[in-house]
């Protein structure tokens, strides 16, 4: 069974960093794309940030410049560094992560998601 296991999240102040992290484990044979989504209350859940298992890296316009993806494929773990956060950043923040398991078939996994509020 594969788990994706969620950390990092928290109450930061405007203009402050939060560090991400998500762990894959499980019966894994291979992690593909690996992506961070949030949801804010009343909204649709959106995709910040997303990396191939090559390291190449896309962002929501509205995270440009701010936040960085990146991935450790020897710990099948993601991070997503923000950087100069604003309140409107608030959101359960969620990693998706599309695995190869043990039987060779590819799936798209979610974590649990983690709370990041941005207020003074």
């Known amino acids: 069974q594969v788990q994706l296991v969620e950390s990092g999240g928290g109450l930061v102040q405007p203009g402050g960093s939060l560090r991400l992290s998500c762990a894959a484990s499980g019966a894994i044979s291979r992690v593909n794309a690996m992506k961070w989504y949030r949801q804010a209350p009343g909204r649709q859940r959106e995709l910040v940030a997303d990396?191939?298992?090559?390291?190449?890296?896309d962002y929501a316009d509205s995270v440009k410049g701010r936040f960085t993806i990146s991935r450790d494929n020897a710990k099948n773990t993601v991070y997503l560094q923000m950087n100069s956060l604003k309140p409107e950043d608030t959101a359960v923040y969620y990693c998706n992560a599309y695995i190869i398991d043990s039987g060779w078939s590819e799936r798209s996994y979610w974590g649990q998601g983690t709370q990041v509020t941005v207020s003074s």
């Open positions: 990396i191939t298992r090559g390291g190449y890296t």
